[in-house]
């Protein structure tokens, strides 16, 4: 089964930008979707950026303009640059990758972003 490991997080002032990396432990060139997932404090885990095997892109309207999801199917990694960050983006990021639509899914550990204001 394939791992996923997420770097990049950190502490950011309002205004500023991040960019996540996940590096997986295999070739997702033909994996149906690769996607961003977040949970902030007290919240539920949502999806916020899907990448699909055919290059389509998918946000959730609050990120979208701001954040940019990206596929390196050369290096197994997918990355998501943030900007225009707000505290409200103050959440565990995860990298999450689908495969096939009838398989397993499988989740990075998650990586904290903190937006002070």
């Known amino acids: 089964q394939v791992q996923l490991v997420e770097s990049g997080g950190g502490s950011v002032q309002s205004g500023g930008c991040l960019k996540l990396?996940?590096?997986?432990?295999?070739?997702?060139?033909?994996?149906?979707?690769m996607s961003w997932f977040r949970q902030p404090p007290g919240k539920p885990r949502d999806w916020i950026a899907h990448?699909?095997?055919?290059?389509?892109?998918s946000y959730k309207d609050y990120v979208k303009g701001r954040f940019t999801i990206s596929k390196d199917n050369t290096k197994n990694m997918i990355y998501l640059k943030m900007d225009s960050l707000t505290p409200e983006d103050t959440a565990t990021y995860y990298c999450?990758?689908?495969?096939?639509?009838?398989?397993?899914?499988?989740w990075g550990q998650g990586i904290q972003v903190t937006v002070a204001s």
């Open positions: 999450h990758a689908l495969p096939d639509w009838h398989s397993d899914d499988y």
């Open positions: 990396s996940c590096r997986a432990s295999e070739n997702i060139t033909d994996y149906s979707r």
């Open positions: 990448i699909y095997k055919d290059g389509r892109l």
